[in-house]
Structure formats: structure tokens, C-alpha cells
């Protein structure tokens, strides 16, 4: 094959295995193999620079940095969207339309998740991407072609699939769709930029917009975009399009992204419907919405509804409650959690976000306070996501009263009045009183002690907890299994019989797992997963207590950090103290299989994920009796998943176990797997 024959073959290949991983998310040949593709295109077109094209895949990231975007006029407007946000507004947008089309015709509707990203449109002539521009104010946009080139989820070159003539490509056409940041990226990037000293991004959305108005390319470049397809602005050619299905359906043929979770529908109680699961499961959709776009199936009827004041009358937006909202920090109060680390609270003006009036934010650490740069009374951008805790985002300075309090670090507890100590290797600072000293310590220890995922006592919350350690009934967990019905009577809101329930729920928690255990002790930076770890690893308690931090660095994801802080605490005679008495008091466990063992179980090395809601076992339940066989289990589905379980309201999880043919059971399923394996309910 000579060289010009192999150039093509390599630009087909490398678009082939692109589309593979960033549109289907199943890659086929290893990075390494790739990097090896794309390292000989290069090569080649370095030896014959006048071979290079527009579309070739090594000019994703090639072009030099702009001094400026240029201005680009729209062939049809990129319209603006009417809203609703009730049921009763969406009927009334479908009856406009109705009596607009008259004769009452049949509309079947088309909904979308409305992605909070930047709309762009994309121009390809003979199938090639000639230009990418921004909406702008809907007529005139940004030139930000060399930047969209970067993103490796826009084709360059749209190839037919699904067994389509290449011929069906149109001569010239333009595709609109959503740049955005998934979030899990998103997090990824803020976290890589905390860790090198660099600004984060403030949201997705101003991420993704912030990336695609680089002047420099390779920037854009570094950061983790990609796009869904919608629409098409206008088509020149034979095929012309019935409908928003039809054009989504051969959208995905030529190799872009377009939504899975968009539907067709033709009765209003089915748009409503998905408009209300799609809002119960924002969340774990994985990108951020701000509500569903609403549209008429029927491009014929989009033509004959026409537009008025630069929206469509043919689609509407269903808005959610906004997640972002302006408010004024009152105050920073400063939170003892249970390993004494001090975290600053804002007090805010109360303000409706995220579907719920917010008065209270985290601020995380003093890191955090200041690279907002938060003062007293200051203007701030508050975010709430569903269940995750409020969260100041960033501070609008340019509203600061003059000689606003900055906010600083209290050098006392404000519970003991023990010295806040900060080392110099850590974000955290902590009051040093400790457990005995610190009753903010003492109470958070035994809330932890007590909690589902640790000793699971039913019936002891927070503010049961609270008295008995200002009364001084309890100080540390062993004294909950010397606790007297007569004592917990005399507490305010107890009567006999709530006071023997959590009684018998104390008494049931004597026997326990290693694992659940582990974790009820607090030890700094142990959670659940590394639990599990320890507790397989060492198979039971002395041996774990006998461990240095060498032997603790042997153990799957425990690092020099954690071990050190695991064997800091079995060598104080303080906390061990705490763990003896505990014993004494009848807490006890069955000892884990040994890791020597681990190999042996019937899942071992294969990873499971868990879905949806399961009716005879909790998702925790589930999960450590997978583990009891081998298994790991992940939140994420990914080629390397062998199962995943999936219950009532499974979602993207679900659909992406189906997309890339990995094998689902239902809750009975599992059921069935676990009794054969003798680990049924208990």
C-alpha cells in the first residue's frame, strides 16, 4: 500500500475508533493502540504537509491561538425558548398550538432534557466541518470553529452508518446542539485545579462557556467538553426531513451524540409524566438540566406554527427550580465534627434553590473561605443540586460594602475553648481537646457510631444522642450498652415504650460485621469502602490492631496518609481503650474470609453496579453481600461491568448496562444468585 492510500486508511480508522469512544462510549482497540494510529498518521502528514485536509484528525487541536472571534451572521436564527412550569401552562401552549393548526390535528410531541450548556451551530459542506458558531443574541454569533474542532464527540467528517449510502450526506447543512461538562468531569478538572494552586470552575455551564471563548486552542482543548445534537438549523439537498425524530435518527447515523433519553410522545399525560421522572432523576442523569424542551414532532407543523418575537410557537421549555440563586452571607459560624475538624458554616438570607428555602451553606475549610475571598454581608452565588448540601459557589465583589469583615479562623473551640491547631500539610484545621474534652467531638462520634452504615441503631437520632451526652448519660459508645430504660424515661419526649425499643435496637447491635465496625470507630479518613478492605485484608480485629504502617500500606487503597492515622489510632491506649470496652460490652462479629482466601469466592474480580430501588434488600444490604462473595461494587457502569442489578426507577445506569450489552438482573435474580451461594436474607 503506498503512502497515500495508507493516509486515507489511518484518517477513516482513527474516525472510526473516535466515534467508538467519545459518541458510543465503547472503545474497541487500547489507548496505546490508538496513540500508535495516530502517531503514523502524523508522521505521514509531517512528511507531506500538502496532503493535510480539514477533516483529517490531527487538526482537532492544531490551529494557532486567535487574536480575537470573528462576528458570524446565522443563515436562520437560533431561537430563544417560551417557558412553563406548571402542568396547566404546558396544556395551554398545546391548545394555542391546536387551534393555531385547527380542525383539532393530531400532534405528537417530542421531549428532551434541556441541558444548562452552550448552544452551538455547525456547518459541514460535502460532510466536512467548515464552521462552528456560538447562538450569540440568536442572529450573529462567535466564530469558535478552531475551538469546537477540539471536542472529540463533534464528527469532522460525517461518515454514513447503519448501512446508509455515503451519498446521503447533504451537500451543506447545519446541526445545532449542547456543549457541556459532565459532571463527573467537571468535579475531576476542579479537583486537578485546587490541587495545583489554579482558580476551579465556578459551574458547569460557565465552564463550558469559559472553555469555547479561548483564544487558544489547545486550551479548549485540555478541558473535558462534549455535545449533544438536537437539530438541524436548515439542510441543503435530497433528503429533507418530516420530523424532529427522523432528523435525530439520522443525526446519530452520521456519527454524532444525540440524547437517549429523549421520547416521542402523543398525549399530554405521557409528556407530563416524563417531564416529572426526568426531574426525579436529575441527579443521575450525569450532566446538568435545568428543565425538559417540549417540542412538535411534525417539522410540516413547526413550518405552519411559525415564530413570534424570536421563539418558536412550536416548542416550549418546562423550566425546573432553578439550582443557582444571588443571596447575602449573614454570618460564618464554626462546625466541631467528630474528628475535630473545624468547618465554617455560612448563615445566609433564606432564598428558594433547588426547590427548597436555604439559609445555611458549607464552606468546606479556610482554603475555601479564602479563595472566595469572603467577607461578612458580601453578595454571594449559592448552588444546591438535589440532595447535596447548599453550597457558596462564588462571591459577587463588585457589590462588597466598604470595610466589610473578612473572615478568619477563630484560634479557640468554640465549644471547649481548646486551641484550633492547623498543620501545615493539611486544609483542615482542628480543635485539639479531643474526645474528652470537646463535647461537639463526643457527640458527632457516637452520631457517626450509631449511624446506618456503621452500627445501624434504629431509633437513636441526633437529638436523642445530643441529650444523652449533655446529661451525661453517655461519653463514649460502650456506655450505650450500659444504658438503663428508668435513665432514658427521664428524657425529654420519651415514654417506657419508645425508651424499650431503643433498647432492643442497642441490644441488636451487639452483633455486628468487622467491616461495619471498622467503620463505627471513626478512625480519620476510613470510610466504608476502606473498611471492607481492612476487614478482608486482616480477616479479624487483633491482627488489625497488631498491624504497622508498613502492613497497612499492603492493603488495597490505603496509602501512606491512611495507614498512618490507622495505626495512630490502635497505638493511643486512649482510643484502644474505647475499642476493649466496647468488646467487653458483648459487641462481637464473625470473623472475615481471609484475603488469602478472597480469590476463592465465586465473584471474585468481578465488578457489579447497583440501580434503582430494591424492595427486599436496602442498596447497602445488597451491596455487602455482593462483597461476601468477591464481588466489588461500583457506582459507575463501564465496559468492564460483568452485571449490573437493576430495580423500579433504574435509569442511565440501566440504559448504558443495555447499550454496551452487559447482563442486567432484576432484584429476584440477585435473590436467586445470593441463595445459591448462601447468602440469602438474613
Given at each position: 500500500m503506498n503512502?497515500?492510500?495508507r493516509?486515507?486508511?489511518l484518517r477513516?480508522?482513527i474516525?472510526?475508533?473516535n466515534?467508538?469512544?467519545?459518541?458510543?462510549?465503547?472503545?474497541?482497540?487500547?489507548?496505546?493502540e490508538?496513540?500508535?494510529?495516530?502517531?503514523?498518521?502524523?508522521g505521514?502528514?509531517?512528511?507531506h504537509?500538502?496532503?493535510?485536509?480539514?477533516?483529517s484528525p490531527?487538526?482537532r487541536?492544531?490551529?494557532?491561538?486567535?487574536?480575537?472571534f470573528?462576528?458570524v451572521?446565522h443563515?436562520?436564527?437560533m431561537l430563544?425558548?417560551d417557558?412553563?412550569?406548571?402542568?396547566?401552562?404546558l396544556a395551554?401552549w398545546?391548545?394555542?398550538?391546536?387551534?393555531?393548526l385547527?380542525e383539532?390535528p393530531?400532534?405528537a410531541?417530542?421531549?428532551?432534557?434541556?441541558?444548562?450548556g452552550?448552544?452551538?451551530a455547525?456547518?459541514y459542506?460535502?460532510g466536512v466541518l467548515?464552521?462552528?458558531a456560538?447562538?450569540g443574541?440568536?442572529q450573529?454569533?462567535?466564530?469558535i470553529t478552531?475551538?469546537?474542532r477540539?471536542?472529540?464527540?463533534?464528527?469532522l467528517?460525517?461518515?454514513?452508518k447503519n448501512g446508509?449510502p455515503?451519498?446521503?450526506?447533504p451537500?451543506?447543512?447545519?446541526v445545532?446542539?449542547?456543549i457541556?461538562?459532565?459532571?463527573?468531569d467537571?468535579?475531576r478538572?476542579?479537583?486537578?485545579a485546587?490541587a495545583?494552586d489554579?482558580?476551579?470552575l465556578?459551574?458547569p455551564r460557565?465552564?463550558?462557556a469559559?472553555?469555547?471563548?479561548?483564544?487558544d486552542?489547545?486550551?479548549?482543548a485540555?478541558?473535558?467538553?462534549t455535545?449533544?445534537a438536537?437539530?438541524?438549523?436548515?439542510?441543503e439537498?435530497d433528503?429533507?426531513p418530516?420530523s424532529?425524530?427522523e432528523v435525530l435518527?439520522?443525526?446519530?447515523d452520521w456519527g454524532?451524540r444525540?440524547?437517549?433519553?429523549?421520547g416521542?410522545f402523543?398525549e399530554l399525560?405521557?409528556?407530563?409524566?416524563?417531564?416529572?421522572d426526568?426531574l426525579?432523576r436529575?441527579?443521575?442523569?450525569?450532566?446538568?438540566?435545568?428543565?425538559?424542551?417540549?417540542k412538535?414532532?411534525?417539522?410540516?407543523?413547526q413550518r405552519?406554527?411559525?415564530a413570534?418575537t424570536?421563539?418558536p410557537?412550536w416548542?416550549?421549555?418546562?423550566?425546573?427550580?432553578?439550582e443557582?440563586?444571588?443571596t447575602?452571607?449573614?454570618d460564618?459560624?464554626?462546625?466541631i465534627g467528630?474528628?475535630g475538624?473545624?468547618t465554617?458554616?455560612?448563615r445566609?438570607?433564606?432564598?428558594?434553590v433547588?426547590?427548597?428555602?436555604?439559609s445555611?451553606?458549607?464552606?468546606h475549610n479556610m482554603d475555601e473561605?479564602?479563595r472566595?475571598d469572603?467577607?461578612i454581608?458580601d453578595?454571594?452565588l449559592?448552588r444546591?443540586?438535589?440532595?447535596?448540601?447548599?453550597?457558596v459557589?462564588?462571591?459577587?465583589?463588585?457589590?462588597r460594602k466598604?470595610?466589610a469583615?473578612?473572615?478568619?479562623l477563630?484560634?479557640?473551640?468554640?465549644?471547649?475553648?481548646s486551641?484550633?491547631?492547623?498543620?501545615d500539610?493539611?486544609?483542615?484545621?482542628?480543635c485539639?481537646g479531643?474526645?474528652?474534652?470537646?463535647s461537639?467531638q463526643?457527640k458527632?462520634?457516637?452520631k457517626?457510631?450509631?449511624?446506618?452504615?456503621?452500627?445501624d441503631?434504629e431509633?437513636?437520632?441526633?437529638?436523642l444522642?445530643?441529650q444523652l451526652?449533655?446529661?451525661?448519660l453517655?461519653?463514649?459508645p460502650a456506655d450505650?450498652?450500659?444504658?438503663?430504660q428508668?435513665?432514658?424515661v427521664g428524657?425529654?419526649r420519651m415514654g417506657e415504650?419508645?425508651a424499650g425499643?431503643?433498647l432492643r435496637s442497642i441490644?441488636s447491635s451487639r452483633?455486628t460485621?468487622?467491616?461495619?465496625?471498622?467503620y463505627a470507630?471513626g478512625?480519620?479518613?476510613v470510610?466504608?469502602?476502606?473498611?471492607?478492605?481492612?476487614?478482608?485484608?486482616f480477616g479479624?480485629?487483633?491482627?488489625?490492631?497488631?498491624?504497622?504502617a508498613a502492613?497497612?500500606e499492603n492493603v488495597?487503597?490505603?496509602?501512606?496518609v491512611?495507614?498512618a492515622?490507622?495505626?495512630a489510632y490502635?497505638?493511643?491506649t486512649e482510643t484502644?481503650g474505647?475499642v476493649?470496652?466496647l468488646?467487653k460490652?458483648?459487641?462481637s462479629w464473625?470473623?472475615?474470609?481471609?484475603?488469602?482466601r478472597?480469590?476463592e469466592?465465586?465473584?471474585?474480580g468481578q465488578?457489579?453496579v447497583?440501580?434503582g430501588?430494591?424492595?427486599r434488600?436496602t442498596?447497602?444490604?445488597?451491596?455487602?453481600?455482593?462483597?461476601?462473595?468477591g464481588?466489588?461494587?461500583?457506582?459507575?457502569?463501564?465496559k468492564?461491568?460483568?452485571?449490573?442489578?437493576?430495580?423500579?426507577?433504574?435509569g442511565?445506569?440501566?440504559?448504558k448496562a443495555?447499550?454496551?450489552?452487559?447482563?442486567v438482573?432484576?432484584?429476584?435474580g440477585?435473590?436467586?444468585?445470593?441463595?445459591?451461594h448462601?447468602?440469602?436474607?438474613d
Amino acid at each position: 500500500m503506498n503512502s497515500k492510500a495508507r493516509l486515507v486508511e489511518l484518517r477513516a480508522l482513527i474516525h472510526h475508533h473516535n466515534h467508538r469512544y467519545h459518541v458510543l462510549d465503547d472503545p474497541e482497540i487500547a489507548d496505546a493502540e490508538y496513540d500508535a494510529l495516530f502517531d503514523e498518521l502524523t508522521g505521514l502528514e509531517t512528511e507531506h504537509p500538502d496532503w493535510i485536509t480539514q477533516d483529517s484528525p490531527s487538526q482537532r487541536v492544531g490551529d494557532t491561538p486567535l487574536s480575537e472571534f470573528t462576528s458570524v451572521t446565522h443563515e436562520r436564527p437560533m431561537l430563544s425558548l417560551d417557558k412553563c412550569t406548571t402542568t396547566q401552562e404546558l396544556a395551554d401552549w398545546l391548545l394555542r398550538c391546536r387551534n393555531r393548526l385547527g380542525e383539532e390535528p393530531t400532534i405528537a410531541l417530542f421531549c428532551e432534557p434541556k441541558i444548562d450548556g452552550v448552544a452551538v451551530a455547525l456547518v459541514y459542506v460535502e460532510g466536512v466541518l467548515t464552521l462552528a458558531a456560538t447562538r450569540g443574541d440568536g442572529q450573529t454569533g462567535e466564530d469558535i470553529t478552531a475551538n469546537v474542532r477540539t471536542i472529540g464527540s463533534v464528527p469532522l467528517k460525517l461518515a454514513a452508518k447503519n448501512g446508509r449510502p455515503a451519498a446521503d450526506v447533504p451537500p451543506r447543512m447545519e446541526v445545532r446542539g449542547e456543549i457541556y461538562m459532565p459532571l463527573a468531569d467537571f468535579e475531576r478538572f476542579n479537583e486537578q485545579a485546587r490541587a495545583n494552586d489554579q482558580k476551579p470552575l465556578i459551574n458547569p455551564r460557565n465552564g463550558a462557556a469559559g472553555s469555547l471563548r479561548q483564544l487558544d486552542p489547545k486550551l479548549t482543548a485540555q478541558r473535558p467538553l462534549t455535545m449533544y445534537a438536537y437539530s438541524v438549523g436548515w439542510v441543503e439537498g435530497d433528503w429533507q426531513p418530516l420530523s424532529q425524530s427522523e432528523v435525530l435518527e439520522r443525526l446519530a447515523d452520521w456519527g454524532f451524540r444525540v440524547n437517549s433519553e429523549s421520547g416521542r410522545f402523543e398525549e399530554l399525560d405521557d409528556v407530563q409524566r416524563y417531564v416529572d421522572d426526568l426531574l426525579a432523576r436529575r441527579d443521575a442523569l450525569g450532566y446538568a438540566i435545568d428543565g425538559t424542551v417540549i417540542k412538535v414532532d411534525s417539522l410540516d407543523q413547526q413550518r405552519r406554527l411559525g415564530a413570534v418575537t424570536r421563539k418558536p410557537r412550536w416548542a416550549v421549555a418546562y423550566k425546573y427550580p432553578a439550582e443557582e440563586a444571588t443571596t447575602k452571607l449573614l454570618d460564618v459560624e464554626f462546625q466541631i465534627g467528630r474528628t475535630g475538624a473545624v468547618t465554617p458554616v455560612a448563615r445566609l438570607e433564606p432564598v428558594f434553590v433547588g426547590g427548597v428555602t436555604v439559609s445555611n451553606a458549607t464552606l468546606h475549610n479556610m482554603d475555601e473561605v479564602a479563595r472566595l475571598d469572603l467577607h461578612i454581608g458580601d453578595k454571594v452565588l449559592v448552588r444546591r443540586a438535589g440532595d447535596v448540601i447548599p453550597q457558596v459557589v462564588s462571591v459577587i465583589s463588585s457589590r462588597r460594602k466598604r470595610n466589610a469583615e473578612a473572615i478568619s479562623l477563630p484560634r479557640s473551640c468554640p465549644v471547649c475553648g481548646s486551641p484550633i491547631v492547623r498543620a501545615d500539610d493539611e486544609a483542615v484545621a482542628r480543635c485539639s481537646g479531643g474526645i474528652k474534652r470537646c463535647s461537639a467531638q463526643r457527640k458527632e462520634s457516637l452520631k457517626h457510631f450509631a449511624s446506618r452504615l456503621a452500627l445501624d441503631i434504629e431509633g437513636l437520632g441526633d437529638k436523642l444522642i445530643e441529650q444523652l451526652v449533655s446529661v451525661e448519660l453517655v461519653a463514649e459508645p460502650a456506655d450505650l450498652f450500659g444504658l438503663e430504660q428508668a435513665a432514658l424515661v427521664g428524657l425529654e419526649r420519651m415514654g417506657e415504650k419508645s425508651a424499650g425499643k431503643i433498647l432492643r435496637s442497642i441490644e441488636s447491635s451487639r452483633t455486628t460485621t468487622l467491616p461495619r465496625f471498622i467503620y463505627a470507630l471513626g478512625i480519620r479518613e476510613v470510610g466504608e469502602a476502606t473498611a471492607q478492605n481492612l476487614a478482608d485484608h486482616f480477616g479479624d480485629l487483633d491482627a488489625l490492631v497488631a498491624a504497622d504502617a508498613a502492613a497497612l500500606e499492603n492493603v488495597d487503597d490505603v496509602g501512606p496518609v491512611v495507614a498512618a492515622n490507622i495505626a495512630a489510632y490502635f497505638a493511643s491506649t486512649e482510643t484502644l481503650g474505647v475499642v476493649q470496652r466496647l468488646r467487653k460490652a458483648g459487641v462481637s462479629w464473625p470473623n472475615v474470609q481471609p484475603a488469602a482466601r478472597a480469590a476463592e469466592l465465586p465473584l471474585a474480580g468481578q465488578t457489579w453496579v447497583l440501580t434503582g430501588t430494591l424492595e427486599r434488600l436496602t442498596r447497602d444490604e445488597a451491596k455487602a453481600r455482593l462483597q461476601r462473595l468477591g464481588a466489588k461494587v461500583a457506582g459507575t457502569v463501564s465496559k468492564k461491568t460483568h452485571r449490573v442489578v437493576a430495580g423500579p426507577g433504574a435509569g442511565s445506569k440501566l440504559s448504558k448496562a443495555q447499550s454496551l450489552d452487559v447482563p442486567v438482573l432484576d432484584e429476584a435474580g440477585l435473590l436467586a444468585l445470593l441463595a445459591e451461594h448462601d447468602v440469602a436474607l438474613d
